[in-house]
């Protein structure tokens, strides 16, 4: 069974500045946090597990992950479960839609947890993969970046 990516709605541009977007119940990014939550509700764990296992990474980098997905979903987000999936954008579990709340500084102590840091002096780097990439590619910049 597949399921149906987090993505960004067809023709949305995450940079743009409109004050509208953010607008409750009606602005774009209210539809992308219903929508979200309608896509969460409609995983099981076994699919998402068997998504995640796909991803060509140490199991224990997929745990820090999911770990910081965890953390993230039921301490700041209130996602309905922390089900998501390697190719969701990665804005969506992290918060990072202007309107949705989090902050840089909101992240900073959880990734620093689940990743064993106290250096976030790369943070930038992995901000703006948060902002422009997805769950996978943040991921493989963690693997790869000497910082982390």
Known sequence: MECELIDWPVGFNVNADRVYDMIPFIGVGSRI???A??????RTMELVM????KVKFPQESVVRMRRLIKILSRGYANWPN???MPFDIAAIPFCSIRGMCLDVDDIIEPFCYCYGVDNTEDFPLAIDIIDNGRLVELLEFLETHQAF
């Open 33 to 35: 946090v219903r929508k």
């Open 37 to 42: 939550k309608r896509i969460l509700r409609d």
């Open 50 to 53: 068997a998504e995640w296992s």
């Open 82 to 84: 922390d089900y998501f």
